[in-house]
């Protein structure tokens, strides 16, 4: 085990980054490549895979089984549900041959993704390159998105289609005239061009 500045790693898992910020947890049999950057008080879980590049803010948790690649950002309080979850960071057209040295160490082939704040990524899904996911949307298991997901939506199928809107505490909400209340936290929330945002009134 190897406790120190509060980062807990589990002794099979493979930590090569001294990013880390404290709080966070680390369990068996992960591998976190060499300039991979952890935030505070994450939780990584089993047989997970992180590569190079990749940007995990704080208080972010990682389920067991998932693989999260170079060009992928994962911002504060994200959470992605347990196996085989993969955000594709590959380019459009992907092909061995292209590969030149020159290209692959300028990261010109490079394709950046983002989970923004509090999003959730269901177990199975698959996040296609250059993607972005808006803050507390929820992603549903299984799913496959090839657009951006705007903020606060409720996102299944394959391909994905926004099938609802979610409260930033992550219930279901119910429109009436684009207007919506939380029956939970209380918040409320106008709806405009298939876009919903907080209330100010």
Known sequence: MNLMDDI??????LVETQ???????IWAFTHIVKGARIGRWCN????????????IADNVVIKHGNKIWEGVTLENGGFVGPSKFSATTTPPKPRCITQTKANYNTRQWL???RIHEG?????????????VIGEFSVVSAGAVVIHNVPPHALVSGNPGHIQGW????GKLLK???????CSSCDVSYTKSNNR????TF
């Open 8 to 13: 807990f790693i589990h002794p099979t898992s």
């Open 19 to 25: 990013q880390i910020g404290r709080g966070t947890r």
């Open 44 to 55: 990584i879980g089993d047989h997970c895979v992180i590569e190079v590049g990749v940007k």
């Open 111 to 113: 394709v950046t993704t």
């Open 119 to 131: 999003a959730t990524i269901g177990a199975g899904a698959m996040i296609v390159a250059g993607t």
């Open 166 to 169: 979610v409260c930033q505490c």
């Open 175 to 181: 429109f009436h005239n684009q207007f919506a209340r």
């Open 196 to 199: 919903i945002k907080v209330a």
